[in-house]
């Protein structure tokens, strides 16, 4: 359960009861998908709780209502500081925040002229576990750009997500890989891809993906670590002869790939780039704001 009947949400500059809050039916949001959402991770730290890379994430919302012509009059720091109160008041530490703008009640095909955003936050463990994941390619492909904004989280570019996701849980996989419009590897329904081959990683290039924050930590650690990453369009027959590889993201954090359609990766998880990358990553996420404030670190 996402909440109960003492968790408080932010909506629209109030603190209000979740089990209380209501919305109209009638939203735009509700009707076609036209709003944007974002996720993002709290750790508890030495020094509290730190919010992972909030501002960017704040950032890309406020990009990613730019970009489909959705006007939200908020700036980062008021974001920010809304999110740190509500983990205070909702005594939360180690938590996944999960920000909303939704539209005004209007059933044409027309850019809103208001919009409403909540944020809420509950305890969530990593989002695909800790099991190395076996991957199914799906057959849905990621939407082409010229059709959305893809770089845009936008709450209908989800539903492909779940189709592709309950495809391959439906083929008796425990994760989707998505290929884009011109067959070349993509993404997960909810994560970032990265493959090792003879000691270099790869990983998809921007362009038909979403630009993740953790794909973004990764590469800044591999380049820490002196790890050699390349960034370009790959088919899947290049991930298929890959040493290994892992999914990255806000909610699964950096998460081993067992095997994509049963080809099963042949490197030893404790031996691979992308262990080295986990065990880095949850490393970073719990360094508090004040270490790093005073390291060359990052
Ligand atoms: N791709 C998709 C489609 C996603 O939904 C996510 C999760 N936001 C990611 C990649 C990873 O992005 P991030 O690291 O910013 O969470």
Redesign the pocket.
């Given at each position: 359960m996402y909440y109960n009947n003492n968790t408080l949400i932010y909506l629209d500059k109030k603190f209000v009861k979740a089990s209380e809050a209501t919305t109209d039916l009638y939203s735009q949001t509700m009707h076609y998908g036209y709003g944007v959402f974002?996720?993002i991770r709290a750790y508890a730290t030495k020094n509290g709780t730190r919010v992972f890379k909030i501002k960017e994430?704040y950032e890309?919302l406020k990009r990613s209502c730019e970009l489909v012509n959705i006007p939200l009059d908020y700036s980062v720091q008021t974001l920010v500081d809304a999110t740190n109160m509500l983990l205070e008041k909702n005594n939360l530490s180690d938590a996944y925040v999960r920000p909303l703008v939704f539209c005004d009640p209007n059933m044409a095909l027309t850019r809103p002229k208001e919009v409403s955003i909540m944020i809420c936050a509950w305890e969530w463990g990593a989002y695909l576990g800790d099991k190395h994941l076996r991957l199914n390619v799906s057959s849905y492909c990621?939407p082409h750009p010229r059709s959305i904004k893809i770089e845009a989280?936008v709450c209908g570019?989800?539903v492909n997500?779940i189709l592709a996701t309950n495809e391959a849980k439906d083929n008796g996989y425990d994760e989707a890989l998505l290929l884009d419009s011109d067959g070349y590897l993509a993404?997960?329904?909810?994560?970032?891809l990265f493959f090792e081959k003879d000691g270099v990683l790869f990983t998809p290039q921007l362009g038909n993906?979403?630009?993740?924050?953790?794909?973004?930590?990764v590469l800044e650690l591999a380049e820490k670590l002196g790890v050699e990453v390349q960034q370009g369009l790959y088919k899947p027959e290049v991930l298929a002869l890959a040493d290994s590889a892992f999914y990255?993201?806000?909610?699964?954090e950096v998460i081993g790939i067992a095997s994509v359609d049963d080809t099963v990766f042949p490197k030893a998880w404790t031996d691979t780039l992308g262990k080295k990358l986990q065990d880095a990553y949850s490393e970073f996420v719990r360094q508090s704001e004040k270490t790093l404030r005073t390291t060359t670190a990052l």
């Open positions: 974002e996720g994430h890309r990621r989280k570019h989800y997500s993404e997960g329904p909810g994560a970032n993906i979403l630009p993740g924050i953790t794909r973004a930590t990255c993201g806000t909610a699964a």
